[in-house]
């Protein structure tokens, strides 16, 4: 089955540990997307990238970073320099928008980080 | 200021109602207009897209955009309790530095009660 995988579905950090969160698509999608949603917040942007090896911010990107090496893989590291982490994170990717039918986005499950 | 804003609610109404949702956007590079549900710890998932002013119709559902306003809604018909999630308006943006950028609003908590 074809679509977006996030793992792992829950996770606990340590405060002052990086964790990477992982996000794999089958879509052969070539834009992929990172957002972090809080009550009362919506989903906010943090990186964004619309092909291999090319990312760019969003609007909270501080304290992550993402690598963008193969097609189908978007990664988003939460670093130790996040004062708040705790948030649960959505994946999501679509084909690029340069065509008003395939700007779709589909998105993971989620990864729900809390530190402990 | 937010590039979408959207109502968070919490909105709540009897089963049979018309819903009304709205967001409204500040950047005109925006050109694509999207609506997703969702359900509570899961993903977002696709209700209706939008390119052009005017209305999309899916089932009981209508999307309506109005660019000159830069106003978006989403209008449900004959509300059922299984509609009861979250409701996100997002803009795609289709021009400048910032293209293939895809934004939501705060996302609007719907409850069905029947």
Known sequence: ?116 | QKEVEQDPGPLSVPEGAIVSLNCTYSNSAFQYFMWYRQYSRKGPELLMYTYSSGNKEDGRFTAQVDKSSKYISLFIRDSQPSDSATYLCASLNAGGTSYGKLTFGQGTILTVHP
């Open chain 1, 1 to 116: 089955d074809g679509g977006i995988t996030q793992s792992p579905k829950y996770l606990f950090r340590k405060e002052g540990q990086n964790v990477t969160l992982s996000c794999e698509q089958n879509l052969n999608h070539d834009a992929m997307y990172w957002y972090r949603q809080d009550p009362g917040q919506g989903l906010r942007l943090i990186y964004y990238s619309q092909i291999v090896n090319d990312f760019q911010k969003g609007d909270i990107a501080e304290g992550y970073s993402v690598s963008r090496e193969k097609k189908e893989s978007f990664p988003l590291t939460v670093t130790s320099a996040q004062k708040n982490p705790t948030a649960f994170y959505l994946c999501a990717s679509s084909i690029t928008g340069s065509r008003p039918t395939n700007t779709e986005a589909f998105f993971g499950q989620g990864t729900r980080l809390t530190v402990v």
